[in-house]
Nanobody
Framework: QVQLVESGGGLVQAGGSKRLSCAAS????????MNWYRQAPEKERELVAY????????KYVDSVKGRFTISRDNAKNTVYLQMDSLKPEDTAVYYC?????????WGQGTQVTVSS
């Protein structure tokens, strides 16, 4: 079955950095685009970053452009989210996501808290 396991969250001061990882299994990772989402308290989940199957194409929500970088290692079935210049408003649970056989999958999420 599809499994997505996020790691790397935690507490960081504003202006700091974090790198999130997502280990994927149960589907053809190398042929799948991947996404990072986040959900802040009392807010809807939002798409933060997208990466194509080969990693050539990346897209970001405007609020993180220039600060976050999505990447992938297809040899390790892992997708990353490098987050720099973090702001308190980046505080959220971060999820990686994949769409496979017309269904959407997310991991359990990893909490990122940015203190001011």
């Amino acid at each position: 079955q599809v499994q997505l396991v996020e790691s790397g969250g935690g507490l960081v001061q504003a202006g700091g950095s974090k790198r999130l990882s997502c280990a994927a299994s149960g589907f053809p990772f190398t042929r799948n685009a991947m996404n990072w989402y986040r959900q802040a308290p009392e807010k809807e989940r939002e798409l933060v970053a997208y990466i194509s199957s080969t990693g050539v194409i990346t897209k970001y929500v405007d609020s993180v452009k220039g600060r976050f970088t999505i990447s992938r290692d297809n040899a390790k079935n892992t997708v990353y989210l490098q987050m720099d210049s973090l702001k308190p408003e980046d505080t959220a649970v971060y999820y990686c996501g994949a769409r496979y056989l017309y269904s959407d999958y997310w991991g359990q999420g990893t909490q990122v808290t940015v203190s001011s």
